[in-house]
């Protein structure tokens, strides 16, 4: 055993036999080496980093989704609300990804637009993971990844899983609150649609705020809040890009602008939202 003289402080440890304790963990030197701007110019590198940036935001979000689907399955609501809370923190951190790019001008872009070719963040399989598990999904969203068949899998098979939302409803209806079955029992292939019976346990629960099911109101909020952020990434993306092109069309095939202002006017969890006005 030894012992630091009086009056020095220990300082970091400066020598490794190999690479660094923290590269072993983080892997930074991949991470910062995976950038190959397609272009001269030096703006290029801000949107790839950020569009980076963002994939790892979506890969976290599907993490901390599925984690709260499996609480709630095994009704272990304090594990699920933790794992949302974590969630609405990443969500903000997501939606602050936009700066870099929220005041590019057209010439800006333009600049370095040619080098996305027909690539479109519609594409993002970490993205369309997340859309499925907010209740956005159809088969035909599976037809872009035909073309890598692992990939092609994975996505197919959450396809065919609960959303977070499916978890919800059924965890509602274990603790008695009368989700109508055809809820209950939908294909949860198809995108989730809302349905009165299901405003009607939202309208109770917050109605009997203080005198009745305050797990479920908690469990409610917690949804509030993703779905407020989720609304506000998408209007985000819609506000970044008509400042950038206006109403050209995107990169990808997609109709640009108008496309995203269909996707901004959509509210996930819809039913907490419509609730609302009748309590």
Same mark, same amino acid.
Not at 127 to 132: A, D, H, I, V
């Given at each position: 055993m030894t012992s630091t003289p009086p009056g020095n402080t220990p300082g970091p440890h400066l020598e490794f036999t190999g690479s660094t304790p923290y590269e072993d963990y983080v892997r930074a030197s991949v991470l910062s080496h995976l950038q190959q701007p397609l272009s001269d110019d030096p703006g290029e590198m801000s949107f790839l980093v950020t569009t980076q940036v963002m994939e790892l935001w979506f890969t976290l979000l599907v993490h901390e989704w599925q984690t709260a689907g499996r609480a709630l399955r095994g009704d272990d609501l304090p594990a699920a609300l933790a794992a949302l809370k974590r969630?609405? +923190?990443e969500l903000e951190s997501l939606n /602050?990804?936009?700066k870099p790019l929220a005041h590019l001008t057209p010439t800006q872009f333009n600049r370095y637009r040619s080098a996305l070719g027909d690539a479109s963040g519609f594409q993002s399989a970490a +993205?369309?993971? *997340? =859309?499925?598990l907010l209740g956005e999904r159809t088969p035909a969203m599976l037809v872009p990844y035909r073309g890598v068949p692992a990939v092609h899998a994975? *996505? =197919?098979k959450a396809l065919h899983e609960p959303s977070l939302y499916d978890e919800v409803l059924r965890w509602l209806a274990r603790r008695g609150h009368a989700i109508p079955e055809a809820v209950r029992e939908r294909d949860v292939s198809e995108r989730y649609t809302a349905d009165p019976g299901v405003e009607a346990v939202w309208q109770r629960i917050y109605a009997a705020e203080g005198e009745g099911d305050e797990e479920a109101l908690r469990l409610g909020e917690a949804l !509030? =809040?993703?779905g =407020?952020?989720?609304w506000r990434w998408r209007n985000d993306h819609l506000? /970044? !890009?008509r400042r950038a092109m206006g109403a050209k069309p995107g990169t990808g095939g997609s109709s640009g602008v108008a496309w995203l202002e269909k996707r901004a006017a959509k509210s996930v969890f819809p039913e907490l939202w419509t609730a609302r006005s009748h309590v």
């Open positions: 969630s609405g +923190y /602050a990804s936009w +993205y369309r993971r *997340l =859309e499925f994975e *996505l =197919e !509030t =809040e993703i =407020e952020l989720v506000v /970044a !890009t």
